[in-house]
């Protein structure tokens, strides 16, 4: 019997873990200009990045914002309150991860090849799966 609890526990917990190892861009972070410098971002890429910063700190605020809600609030006086508070508390930390996945994507799909390719040799150097997108191809400029 405690064996097949062991089995489950440990099943459970390695696809938890499998679940954490996104690679993420980490745009609504602190340090952007460590993402402009690592992959060269052009001008344009640096404004989309900046949109999409802007973008996500909105979507963040409203989600954190009832997490704050769900905390202060909800019922925890019995174990079945704390359990349900527990899974809408995992729920709303789902949807920022996912916020943070569909910008991270979105900037990703404005790279190009050779940007692409650091960025998958980065997670593949941090054991991380990558996000994948389709890099951009940009055309390259003439000179007269």
């Not at 062991?6 to 873990?17: E, I, K, R």
């Not at 569909?102 to 090849?113: C, I, P, V």
């Not at 050779?114 to 593949?124: A, D």
Request: glycine content about 6%; hydrophobic content about 40%.
């Amino acid at each position: 019997m405690f064996g097949k609890i062991f089995f489950w526990a440990l099943v459970l917990f390695g696809t938890s873990l499998v679940r954490a190892q996104e690679c993420f861009l980490g745009i609504g972070g602190d340090d952007t200009e460590m993402i402009v410098s690592t992959f060269q971002l052009n001008e344009s890429q640096i404004a989309t990045m900046e949109t999409l910063r802007g973008e996500l700190e909105v979507g963040s605020k409203g989600i954190e914002d009832q997490i704050t809600k769900l905390l202060a609030e909800h019922p925890q006086s019995k174990e079945e309150d704390l359990i349900t508070m527990g899974e809408k508390y995992k729920a709303l930390q789902d949807q920022l991860v996912q916020l943070a996945l569909q910008a991270d994507k979105k900037l990703l799909e404005t790279f190009n090849a050779r940007q692409y390719e650091r960025y998958l040799e980065l997670c593949n150097e941090a054991v991380r799966r990558p996000i994948f997108v389709t890099p951009m191809v940009y055309e390259k400029e003439t000179k007269d």
